[in-house]
């Protein structure tokens, strides 16, 4: 019986490690710069923004625990009812930087978790490579 204990959680966690995977270091992405601009406030992220883009392709598939080691926790987040995630990290100053924080529908960069909590989707704001 302890044999088979054993077999189900070896098994159970080969699969929750193998959705997802690790980022690697990007060193051209100031990562502590963009945790210290929470709401885009201070409109570092904008700056920052490009070189991340860059690695977009390498961040499908990232766990969130991963992005949330990255950019920090994001400044909203969405649940939706299939499970899935949604991160909001705001890019510029807006109406959202006053101490209530409201929802605002300036340049954000929108990251999609599934269910299994890996990245599926990344929306980066129209101008950030212009």
Known sequence: MASRFTFLALLTSLALTGCGHALPDYPDFNAAAWRKDPYGCANKR???????????????????GEIDALLGHPDEEELSEQSEKVYIYYITQGPQCVATHPRANGPRLILR??????????????????
């Open 113 to 130: 978790f599934g269910a299994t909590g890996a990245l599926t989707e990344s929306l980066f704001p129209v101008s950030s490579t212009r």
């Open 46 to 64: 904008q700056t920052l923004l490009p070189a991340l883009e860059k690695h977009r392709d390498e961040l499908f598939g990232a766990r969130i």
